[in-house]
């Protein structure tokens, strides 16, 4: 089964808009997760992760994610997207050592 | 440019062909990994070495086979494959196995079977 899920597959907004993309993990024990990138045409990239500890998170490029236990949920966040936003992003579970990773958001911004 | 590199980009191969993807990870980490991505589903992790030793293989049919000579190199070798297996071949490096530090990922194969 599935342990990380992404709720929205392709989101299209307009510069200066907020953005917020889901992420659900089912699993229990130690949780640790991730938000990757994936700009066009270049190679997987770490924005953010959670370990332990303040529960939201600051990554890189003004991306946030805030880990909500009850809700067993990691919801990225961006309070204005720029046209370079434009990328896949993808949530990541870490379980028995390994990454399990959603099937990934698709972000298209409009100029 | 992460410090991973992998060769081919693009390859284009028969179901009888042999063909294999190199990576090669210039960041001093120990792990490495093999992973598959398929159109609209997940990041599939496929092989994991640490230290050149095979850690995990996630239920990966034969006809693939990892090859892991040190800790910088790792390959990837194909033999009568499937259509199915057309994707991007990504391949990742890490400080170390148990996936607490960040995975640093090359810019992929895209794998085409005919």
């Known amino acids: 089964a599935q342990s990380v899920s992404q709720h929205n597959h392709h989101v299209i907004l307009s510069e200066a808009a907020s953005l917020e993309l889901g992420c659900n993990y089912s699993?229990?024990?130690?949780?640790?997760l991730f938000w990757y990138v994936q700009y066009p045409g270049q190679h997987l990239q770490l924005l953010l992760k959670?370990?332990?500890?303040?529960?939201l998170v600051k990554g890189i490029k003004g991306f946030e994610a805030e880990f909500i236990k009850s809700k067993f949920s990691f919801n990225l966040r961006k309070p204005s997207v720029q046209w370079s936003d434009t990328a896949e992003y993808f949530c990541?579970?870490?379980?028995?050592?390994?990454?399990?990773f959603g099937a990934g958001t698709t972000v298209t911004v409009r100029a | 440019e992460t410090g991973v590199t992998q060769t081919p980009r693009h390859l284009v191969m028969g179901m009888t062909n042999k063909k294999s993807l190199k990576c090669e990870q210039h960041?001093?980490?120990?792990?490495m990994y093999w992973y598959k991505q398929s159109a609209k589903k997940p990041l599939e992790l496929m092989f994991v070495?640490?230290?050149?030793?095979?850690?995990e293989n996630n239920s990966v049919p034969s006809r693939f086979s990892p090859e892991c000579p040190n800790s910088s190199h790792l390959f990837l070798h194909l033999h009568t494959l499937q259509p199915e297996d057309s994707a991007l071949y990504l391949c990742?490096?890490?400080?170390?196995?148990?996936?607490?530090?960040?995975?640093?990922f090359g810019p992929g194969t895209r794998l085409t079977v005919l």
């Open positions: 990742a490096s890490s400080q170390e196995h148990r996936g607490m530090d960040e995975q640093f």
């Open positions: 699993y229990g024990g130690t949780v640790n």
């Open positions: 959670y370990f332990s500890g303040d529960p």
């Open positions: 990541a579970g870490l379980r028995d050592y390994k990454l399990s």
């Open positions: 960041l001093g980490h120990n792990a």
């Open positions: 070495y640490n230290f050149k030793e095979q850690t």
